[in-house]
């Protein structure tokens, strides 16, 4: 499963991944796409023989090909360029994005995807989510939500954040729902996923404000 494929990369602090398709082409080409929908930032190359090239295509998803005689001098090149375009393109698609566990915000684009699959907000949904994504583990009031993601100028009431929360937990599913956390009595905070647990195992932290959460003061026009 691609979340099994990422947890093995991300365990090993993989530089780049090597599929051996010298063997089974259709196999390998599997291999190659599931690592490709895995989100981590690491180069895909294939060992393929020379009778195998011909059904190599875009469709494997790789970043490079190496044949079984390739000599070590070679292949050590080939890798380190690899590695290095690839960092420097992780680096610019970084810029502008924010990540809550699995969850990935672009600005840039004003989409964000769970798990690669894309989430369908509303702008003011995208809006809310980010700005709490961007200030995880901050608690927020409603009336300072209001303030900070609709404006100064809307006369709705603090309601309008409650009805958002909902509809956003309800596209996250039940599974990442407690991405965003309700804190008695003062208002809403992202929870950002601990190491190796699930957002759905946070489900009880998000019902009372932790020590550590930074509770943010309100701020009046003029202050």
Partial sequence: APTEVASLLEA???DVAIVDARADLAAARGLCRLLGTTGAPVPVVAVVNEGGLVAVN???GIDEILLPGTGPAEID???RLLVGRRGGLVNQESAGKVSLGELVIDEGTYTARLRGRPLDLTYKE???LKYLAQHAGRVFTRAQLLQEVWGYDFFGGTRTVDVHVRRLRAKLGPEYEALIGTVRNVGYKAV???RGRSAGEGVGEAEAVDDDVEIMSPSL???
Avoid: H, I, K, T
Wanted: aromatic share 12%.
């Fill in 126 to 128: 995208f809006e809310l």
């Fill in 58 to 60: 875009v469709d494997w």
């Fill in 77 to 79: 090149a080939r890798l």
């Fill in 12 to 14: 090993g602090s993989a």
């Fill in 221 to 223: 026009p003029g202050q």
């Fill in 192 to 194: 950002r996923p601990a």
